[in-house]
Protein backbone atom coordinates (compact mmCIF):
# COMPACT_ATOMS: atom_id res chain seq x y z
CA UNK A 1 0.00 0.00 0.00
CA UNK A 2 1.66 3.24 -0.70
CA UNK A 3 0.40 6.32 1.25
CA UNK A 4 -1.47 9.12 -1.08
CA UNK A 5 0.43 12.09 0.18
CA UNK A 6 3.74 10.97 0.13
CA UNK A 7 4.25 8.67 -2.34
CA UNK A 8 6.31 6.41 0.56
CA UNK A 9 5.78 2.94 1.24
CA UNK A 10 3.45 2.35 3.95
CA UNK A 11 2.05 -0.91 5.38
CA UNK A 12 0.19 -0.76 8.47
CA UNK A 13 1.86 -3.65 11.04
CA UNK A 14 2.43 -4.04 14.42
CA UNK A 15 6.01 -4.21 15.68
CA UNK A 16 5.24 -7.97 16.75
CA UNK A 17 4.68 -8.32 13.14
CA UNK A 18 7.84 -6.91 11.69
CA UNK A 19 9.80 -8.29 14.14
CA UNK A 20 8.41 -11.85 13.98
CA UNK A 21 8.96 -11.38 9.85
CA UNK A 22 12.02 -9.75 9.94
CA UNK A 23 13.33 -13.05 12.29
CA UNK A 24 11.58 -15.79 9.45
CA UNK A 25 12.45 -13.93 6.59
CA UNK A 26 14.78 -15.35 4.37
CA UNK A 27 14.32 -12.63 1.12
CA UNK A 28 14.88 -9.66 2.94
CA UNK A 29 18.60 -8.97 4.59
CA UNK A 30 16.93 -6.13 6.57
CA UNK A 31 13.35 -4.73 7.71
CA UNK A 32 13.13 -1.51 8.93
CA UNK A 33 9.80 -0.10 10.29
CA UNK A 34 8.34 4.08 11.15
CA UNK A 35 5.92 5.81 12.50
CA UNK A 36 4.93 9.24 12.45
CA UNK A 37 5.68 11.21 15.86
CA UNK A 38 4.34 14.68 17.52
CA UNK A 39 7.57 16.29 18.60
CA UNK A 40 7.84 19.63 19.88
CA UNK A 41 11.57 20.71 19.84
CA UNK A 42 12.08 22.98 22.80
CA UNK A 43 15.21 25.31 23.83
CA UNK A 44 16.00 26.58 20.24
CA UNK A 45 14.08 29.63 20.13
CA UNK A 46 10.23 29.45 20.00
CA UNK A 47 8.81 25.84 20.41
CA UNK A 48 8.54 24.28 16.95
CA UNK A 49 6.47 20.95 15.66
CA UNK A 50 9.27 19.50 13.88
CA UNK A 51 8.49 16.59 11.34
CA UNK A 52 9.61 13.08 13.25
CA UNK A 53 10.05 9.47 12.93
CA UNK A 54 10.04 6.94 15.45
CA UNK A 55 12.07 4.15 13.94
CA UNK A 56 13.48 0.38 14.15
CA UNK A 57 17.04 -0.07 14.46
CA UNK A 58 18.87 0.46 11.13
CA UNK A 59 16.46 2.39 9.24
CA UNK A 60 19.34 3.90 7.09
CA UNK A 61 20.93 0.82 6.66
CA UNK A 62 18.13 -0.89 5.45
CA UNK A 63 17.50 1.65 2.86
CA UNK A 64 21.39 1.40 1.93
CA UNK A 65 22.38 5.11 3.48
CA UNK A 66 25.23 5.87 5.14
CA UNK A 67 24.83 8.94 7.68
CA UNK A 68 26.97 11.97 6.47
CA UNK A 69 28.13 12.27 10.03
CA UNK A 70 28.37 9.70 13.15
CA UNK A 71 26.12 6.77 12.96
CA UNK A 72 22.27 5.22 12.61
CA UNK A 73 20.64 4.17 15.31
CA UNK A 74 21.75 0.82 16.85
CA UNK A 75 19.88 -2.45 17.88
CA UNK A 76 18.47 -1.70 21.48
CA UNK A 77 18.40 1.67 21.61
CA UNK A 78 14.53 1.34 20.82
CA UNK A 79 13.74 -0.48 24.07
CA UNK A 80 11.97 1.65 26.79
CA UNK A 81 14.61 2.64 29.45
CA UNK A 82 17.43 2.78 27.16
CA UNK A 83 19.13 6.25 26.35
CA UNK A 84 17.24 8.20 23.62
CA UNK A 85 19.37 9.39 20.77
CA UNK A 86 18.45 11.07 17.30
CA UNK A 87 19.17 11.37 13.81
CA UNK A 88 19.22 14.58 11.96
CA UNK A 89 18.33 15.11 8.38
CA UNK A 90 21.11 16.85 6.57
CA UNK A 91 17.99 20.36 6.09
CA UNK A 92 18.13 20.03 9.57
CA UNK A 93 21.14 19.83 10.39
CA UNK A 94 22.34 23.20 7.90
CA UNK A 95 18.84 25.11 9.18
CA UNK A 96 19.22 24.73 12.49
CA UNK A 97 22.38 23.38 13.62
CA UNK A 98 24.50 25.69 10.92
CA UNK A 99 25.99 23.14 9.70
CA UNK A 100 28.12 22.32 12.96
CA UNK A 101 30.63 19.65 12.23
CA UNK A 102 30.96 19.03 16.14
CA UNK A 103 27.24 18.28 16.20
CA UNK A 104 27.96 14.37 17.34
CA UNK A 105 26.58 14.74 21.31
CA UNK A 106 25.09 17.96 21.26
CA UNK A 107 21.49 17.20 22.94
CA UNK A 108 18.14 18.05 21.50
CA UNK A 109 15.05 18.87 23.59
CA UNK A 110 11.68 16.83 22.13
CA UNK A 111 8.39 17.24 23.80
CA UNK A 112 10.32 17.62 27.16
CA UNK A 113 12.88 15.01 26.75
CA UNK A 114 16.71 15.06 26.32
CA UNK A 115 17.93 13.53 22.90
CA UNK A 116 21.60 12.74 22.19
CA UNK A 117 22.58 13.42 18.13
CA UNK A 118 24.52 10.48 17.28
CA UNK A 119 24.13 10.82 13.57
CA UNK A 120 23.58 13.38 10.54
CA UNK A 121 21.60 11.67 7.02
CA UNK A 122 23.10 12.97 3.79
CA UNK A 123 22.71 15.94 1.86
CA UNK A 124 18.81 14.85 -0.12
CA UNK A 125 17.76 11.89 1.77
CA UNK A 126 14.39 12.25 3.52
CA UNK A 127 12.17 9.18 4.40
CA UNK A 128 9.43 9.24 4.53
CA UNK A 129 9.46 12.58 3.01
CA UNK A 130 9.32 16.00 5.11
CA UNK A 131 11.24 13.99 7.86
CA UNK A 132 13.52 16.24 9.80
CA UNK A 133 14.42 13.70 12.84
CA UNK A 134 14.51 9.63 13.62
CA UNK A 135 14.00 8.48 16.69
CA UNK A 136 14.01 5.13 17.83
CA UNK A 137 10.73 3.71 19.00
CA UNK A 138 10.08 2.74 22.64
CA UNK A 139 9.03 -0.36 22.41
CA UNK A 140 8.27 -2.43 25.29
CA UNK A 141 11.01 -5.06 26.09
CA UNK A 142 10.81 -8.73 26.88
CA UNK A 143 8.85 -11.44 25.24
CA UNK A 144 7.37 -9.05 22.47
CA UNK A 145 5.10 -11.61 20.58
CA UNK A 146 3.08 -11.12 24.32
CA UNK A 147 2.55 -7.41 23.50
CA UNK A 148 -0.73 -6.09 22.27
CA UNK A 149 -0.76 -4.75 19.25
CA UNK A 150 -3.73 -2.00 20.20
CA UNK A 151 -0.84 -0.83 22.62
CA UNK A 152 1.82 -0.71 20.08
CA UNK A 153 2.22 3.59 18.48
CA UNK A 154 -0.39 3.53 15.80
CA UNK A 155 1.08 6.21 12.61
CA UNK A 156 -0.45 9.73 12.78
CA UNK A 157 -0.14 12.00 10.09
CA UNK A 158 -1.41 16.01 11.27
CA UNK A 159 -3.16 17.81 9.17
CA UNK A 160 -0.53 20.29 8.83
CA UNK A 161 1.72 17.63 7.26
CA UNK A 162 0.11 17.10 4.42
CA UNK A 163 0.90 19.89 2.68
Known sequence: MTSESEGDLFVPWSVPRLKETAEQSRSFRE????????????????????????????????????????RDIRQGESLVGQPLVAVVSHSFWAERLGSDPGVLGRRLELSGQSYEIVGVAPAGFSFPSLAKLWIPGQWPSGDWRRTSASRLPRPRWPASWKE
Open 31 to 70: IAGYTWEDITLTGMGDPELVYAVSVTNGLLTTLGVAPELG
